[in-house]
Nanobody, 119 residues
Framework: QVQLVESGGGLVQAGGSLRLSCAAS????????MVWFRQVPGKEREFVAS????????TVANSVKGRFTISRDNAKNTLYLQMNSLKPEDTAVYYC????????????WGQGTQVTVSS
């Protein structure tokens, strides 16, 4: 099982950019598909983007398509989320999660990083 630590959140003006990172410790990072979720207090958790273990397949939510890009560097055991053209509605706590390829549920979650977009 991997342990996950997110970083890169902060306060940015609308139209700005941030890059989130999710550092994984443990073995066989490439055996895990990875996902970014976000959550606003009082609202349900929202899927943002996912990426396969090899990085060859990605999925991005319609709400962020064309603005956010998910990627990974398996040599560095790190997942990324490049966020461009940020909007106030992107304000949330962003979480990364990992799912081992043999499992159906997410095995590990990060602690979350706050992203705040001011108008």
């Amino acid at each position: 099982q991997v342990q996950l630590v997110e970083s890169g959140g902060g306060l940015v003006q609308a139209g700005g950019s941030l890059r989130l990172s999710c550092a994984a410790s443990g073995r066989n990072f490439k055996m895990y598909s990875m996902v970014w979720f976000r959550q606003v207090p009082g609202k349900e958790r929202e899927f943002v983007a996912s990426i396969s273990g090899s990085g060859g397949s990605t999925t991005v939510a319609n709400s962020v398509k064309g603005r956010f890009t998910i990627s990974r560097d398996n040599a560095k055991n790190t997942l990324y989320l490049q966020m461009n053209s940020l909007k106030p509605e992107d304000t949330a706590v962003y979480y990364c999660a990992a799912r081992y390829y043999l499992n159906s549920n997410y095995d590990s979650w990060g602690q979350g990083t706050q992203v705040t977009v001011s108008s």
